[in-house]
């Protein structure tokens, strides 16, 4: 069993935009929780795409990837993932070519190949293409080319980006993405943090089908991991009540601001909700820090992951500070007891 101290911890920052706050509170809580990201040793730090939704202000991801790279000095920052149906494989290789030059080292590329969005905004964004199953692997060759050295008569050279081998990562919730990923020995990112049914097979067919590459040589899992540590187990359980909320409004179509936490939110649904967020939340980490390392125990058993990368939403920004800090001490006090 892979041991509890051998498996990194990053975060994924969806940049909730709180109730009472604005956009630019947004981006400076997620500056903030990057630099103390940092300072907790995590490896990674990833912004999610997505557009048009009011509690949500990652939407320009290669802008604020540049923003968070600037102000940490050591953390790797990356997209978890860019939607690649939304985008020219040339304008992502050109946009993290420019990053990788700028925080050479430091830069991350996952890819999804949902689109993030609703069908309005969809058709904002990609116009009148209609995407087939097979554009997403002939897309992620693409980006491998143009991200890779310039070859000797290759017509279509992404200027930043060629030479600059940004890491790819596949990211997805189901098997296609495992396969491709396999396939093409590239890391894989499962999105278990809102998406957990499948994690299990995923992993399992990743690790079965990995062909060695010059990115990889051997299979390389991270898995989404949604967690609210507190000092005891009830206050966790008050706090999480934000993210109760967030997932209740995506699973009704009525999507909104980060909202502050409600005493005995969950006991308040009809059951049917209750189940649904149970579901959604399956692979949740939400106590105090005897739970949550036993939680990352447990994730560790089952999964053998190389990551969690961490999803946090705690509607007051100090707080959330300090459920990274009681996160990165679960993980350390298995090291200490070992």
């Not at 940490?72 to 993290?96: C, D, K, Y």
């Not at 999804?112 to 069908?119: E, I, K, L, Q, S």
């Not at 949604?226 to 967030?246: G, H, K, M, N």
Request: net charge negative; no cysteine.
């Amino acid at each position: 069993m892979k041991a509890l101290q051998d498996i990194n911890l990053s975060m994924l920052d969806l940049v909730a935009v709180r109730e009472g706050g604005t956009v630019a509170d947004a981006l400076g809580i997620a500056l903030r929780t990057a630099q103390h990201a940092e300072a907790l040793g995590f490896t990674r730090y990833w912004l999610a795409e997505h557009h048009n939704m009011a509690g949500i202000a990652s939407s320009a991801t290669a802008v604020l990837v540049g923003h968070i790279a600037g102000g940490t000095q050591r953390i790797r920052v990356g997209s978890g993932g860019i939607m690649l149906p939304n985008h020219a494989p040339l304008v992502v290789a050109e946009a993290f070519g420019t990053l990788a030059e700028l925080y050479p080292g430091r830069i991350d590329l996952g890819l999804g190949r949902a689109p993030g969005t609703d069908p309005v905004t969809m058709r904002a964004l990609r116009r009148d293409r209609v995407e087939t199953e097979e554009d997403f692997p002939r897309d992620v060759a693409e980006l491998q080319r143009l991200l890779g050295p310039a070859q000797p008569g290759q017509r279509l050279i992404a200027m930043p980006g060629a030479g600059t081998n940004v890491p790819i990562w596949l990211l997805g919730s189901s098997l296609f993405s495992a396969q491709l990923a396999a396939e093409r020995g590239l890391p894989y990112a499962f999105a278990s943090h809102f998406a957990p049914r499948l994690l299990l097979q995923a992993i399992e067919l990743y690790r079965r089908r990995f062909q060695p590459s010059a990115a990889l040589a051997q299979p390389y899992v991270a898995i989404g991991v949604p967690v609210i540590a507190a000092p005891t187990d009830e206050e966790a359980e008050f706090l999480a009540s934000s993210t109760y909320q967030r997932v209740l409004g995506i699973i009704t179509g009525k999507r909104g601001r980060l909202a502050p936490p409600v005493e005995n939110f969950m006991t308040q649904l009809h059951p049917q909700e209750r189940a649904a967020i149970t579901d959604f939340l399956a692979m949740a980490v939400i106590g105090g820090p005897l739970t949550v390392r036993a939680g990352f125990e447990q994730l560790a058993q089952a999964t053998q992951a190389d990551e969690f990368i961490l999803v946090s939403d705690v509607f007051d920004a100090d707080l959330r500070l300090r459920s990274l800090d009681i996160a990165a001490a679960a993980r350390a006090a298995e090291t200490q007891a070992a």
